[in-house]
């Protein structure tokens, strides 16, 4: 009697690899996609928050400082206000701003400032919000 072997077919072990390249591939780029994701809402919420627990302190400070005499800037009054609201906090970075939104007086490090000119209407929608 002749026994009837089974014809070797290799595919199957080459398409199971491929197969299992493919996925591991798709799992890393998920996990990649999801870390930095999740790094950029974490940051994002850190900064929100951020700024919601220092809004009563620049209400503060706009209340009762006097940045200005007459038309110009009293430099020394707003300086000590700005350094004292950095040491009060460090981590506050504090801007005088004009009415068009030019940085005119800043306590934080000068390598922090990217900009000397920002956008005003997400600071007045900040204001405006009760939150």
């Known amino acids: 009697m002749t026994s009837v072997r089974p014809k070797s077919n290799r595919l199957y072990p080459a398409t199971y690899g491929r197969l299992a390249v493919l996925l591991s591939l798709v799992v ?4 990649a996609g999801y870390s930095v994701l999740t790094g950029f809402v974490a940051i994002r919420y850190f900064k929100a928050t951020h700024q919601r627990l220092n809004r009563e302190v620049a209400a503060h400070i706009a209340t009762f400082s006097q940045p200005f005499v007459g038309m110009n800037v009293n ?3 707003t300086e ?3 350094f004292n609201a950095m040491v009060t906090n460090p981590s ?3 801007y005088l701003l004009d009415t068009t939104g030019r940085v005119m007086i800043y306590e934080a490090p000068a390598e922090k400032i990217k900009r000397h000119q920002v956008k005003l209407e997400p ?3 900040f204001i405006q919000t009760k939150g």
């Open 92 to 94: 506050a970075e504090v």
């Open 123 to 125: 600071i007045q929608q």
């Open 75 to 77: 430099h020394e009054a």
């Open 28 to 31: 890393i780029l998920l996990v």
């Open 80 to 82: 000590r206000i700005f």
